[in-house]
């Protein structure tokens, strides 16, 4: 079992940045990390997601140069640094993972990934 546990959102303003963090636990560096998104009244979707032992990343085309993923397999921990956001961008960001390696292609598929976090609100608004 991998728990997995969200923190770092809160309020910014359109233009601002944060990032979240997502502790994962041990055997870190042989996990699988995403990070998914739910806006408001919409479906979850793929925000982006990097390999185990650092092999590569996966962004949703949409977020490619303001969001950047990220790990640190010493600590544990996955980030994601989201710049220049919107309004479109608020969302429950969820942390996933699998202990599974996977191809590129299936990185984008909420169902490759058997761990989830609770959730963290990120909300952008002037």
């Known amino acids: 079992q991998v728990q997995v546990l969200e923190s770092g959102g809160g309020s910014v303003q359109p233009g601002g940045s944060l990032r979240l963090s997502c502790a994962a636990g041990?055997?870190?560096?042989?996990?699988?990390m995403a990070w998914f998104r739910q806006p408001p009244g919409k479906d979850r979707e793929f925000v982006a997601a990097?390999?185990?032992?650092?092999?590569?990343?996966a962004y949703a085309d949409s977020l490619k140069g303001r969001f950047t993923i990220s790990r640190d397999n010493a600590k544990g921990t996955l980030y994601l640094q989201m710049n220049n956001l919107k309004p479109e961008d608020t969302a429950v960001y969820y942390c996933?993972?699998?202990?599974?390696?996977?191809?590129?292609?299936?990185?984008?598929?909420?169902?490759?990934?058997?761990?989830w976090g609770q959730g963290t609100q990120v909300t952008v608004s002037s």
């Open positions: 996933a993972a699998t202990n599974r390696g996977l191809i590129t292609s299936s990185l984008r598929r909420e169902t490759e990934y058997e761990y």
């Open positions: 041990r055997a870190f560096s042989g996990l699988t």
């Open positions: 990097i390999k185990r032992q650092n092999y590569g990343t």
